[in-house]
């Protein structure tokens, strides 16, 4: 079946440091892959897109790789700040019905 | 408006209650999806709308569950006879294309069935 994996343990990072969240899959081959924010009672928010044949996004200070060998997307935030405590989810888009298929996400903390 | 608005916020209903959430996405956008959120787990597709057809409704669990978007706007998710089990956060999001991307989410409704 299909499967989406982020770590489930919370990552916690030092201010100023860059914060590497991973995004696993199996038994798939995405169109495209995209990352969003969720913070506590709220919807998540999106970040970035990345499509299969594009190894790298950049978006200020975040950036996301795609690695469709390893099945594999990182996705880093540079000198993080406390603001960018939350949960950070990545989805996989279906190619056939554009549906996406959610990990349970991974919660970030920076501490200051 | 401006973004994706959901109402009621939070509904506690009792067992086998019938409920409906429902759904403002952003004016001009054609999909709107409906997912539910579990705590501590990613949202899970529920349905998908193209305008006003349901284009994909196989993340609907039972046929206690049904969505509708006569206008191509505005949503409303029924579920009848609700259980224990349907409590959760129901997350609508819209985007302007397709292709799944980009999608806008509301602040979702806390369902809570006692």
């Known amino acids: 079946s299909q499967k989406i994996e982020q770590n489930s343990e919370a990552l916690n990072i030092q201010e100023g440091k860059t914060a590497t969240l991973t995004c696993n899959y199996t038994n798939y081959s995405p169109a495209y892959l995209q990352w969003y924010r969720q913070d506590p009672g709220r919807g998540p928010v999106f970040l970035l897109l990345?499509?299969?044949n594009e190894k790298e996004k950049r978006k200020e200070r975040l950036k996301v790789t795609f690695d469709t060998t390893l099945k594999q997307s990182l996705f880093h935030i540079t000198a993080s700040q406390p603001a960018d405590s939350a949960t950070y989810l990545c989805?996989?888009?279906?190619?056939?019905?554009?549906?996406?298929?959610w990990g349970a996400g991974t919660k970030l903390i920076i501490k200051p | 408006g401006a973004g994706v608005s959901q109402t009621p916020s939070n509904k506690v209903t009792e067992k086998g209650k019938y409920v409906e959430l429902r759904c403002d996405p952003i004016?001009?956008?054609?999909?709107l999806y409906w997912y539910r959120q579990s705590l501590g787990q990613g949202p899970e597709f529920l349905i998908y709308f193209q305008g006003t057809g349901a284009a994909d409704d196989s993340g609907l669990p039972n046929d206690r569950f049904f969505a509708v978007r006569p206008e191509g706007s505005v949503s409303t998710l029924k579920i009848q006879r609700t259980e224990r089990g349907d409590s959760a956060v129901y997350l609508c999001?819209?985007?302007?294309?397709?292709?799944?991307?980009?999608?806008?989410f509301g602040p979702g409704t806390r369902l809570t069935v006692l």
């Open positions: 004016s001009g956008h054609t999909a």
């Open positions: 990345i499509r299969e």
């Open positions: 999001a819209s985007s302007a294309g397709r292709e799944g991307v980009e999608q806008f």
């Open positions: 989805a996989l888009v279906k190619v056939s019905n554009y549906q996406l298929i």
